[in-house]
């Protein structure tokens, strides 16, 4: 079992930015592919940004050129960097690991994360 704890979140005007972070407790954290997650009220959570073990990153079109994912494997920690928020990206953020993505690749979505933290709440207002 991997435990993730995510911080970072906020309430902040639009136009600001916030970084989330992600601290895992596995020692193989660093061959794990990465994922950070939103969902808001009555849907499924959605996958916005991967980083593979190598740091191939893939985004979500939508916050492609404001979000930036990243990992620093010597503290076993994941980040969100989130630049120019809107009042879109209002949602409870999750960070997820994928502990086989030799076998089914780091792909954005939530089905082949096998470990979830408990969320963050970001909230953007306009």
């Known amino acids: 079992q991997v435990h993730l704890a995510e911080s970072g979140g906020g309430s902040v005007q639009a136009g600001a930015s916030l970084r989330l972070s992600c601290v895992a407790d596995a020692s193989t954290y660093s061959r794990y592919c990465m994922g950070w997650f939103r969902r808001t009220s009555g849907k499924e959570r959605l996958g916005i940004a991967t980083?593979?073990?190598?740091?191939?990153?893939n985004y979500l079109d939508s916050v492609k050129g404001r979000f930036t994912i990243s990992r620093d494997t010597a503290k076993n920690t994941l980040y969100l960097q989130m630049d120019s928020l809107k009042p879109e990206d209002s949602a409870m953020y999750y960070c997820?690991?994928?502990?086989?993505?030799?076998?089914?690749?780091?792909?954005?979505?939530?089905?082949?994360?096998?470990?979830w933290g408990q969320g963050t709440q970001v909230t953007v207002s306009s």
């Open positions: 997820a690991a994928n502990r086989v993505p030799e076998i089914v690749g780091c792909q954005m979505s939530y089905e082949y994360f096998n470990y």
């Open positions: 980083i593979d073990t190598d740091g191939t990153t």
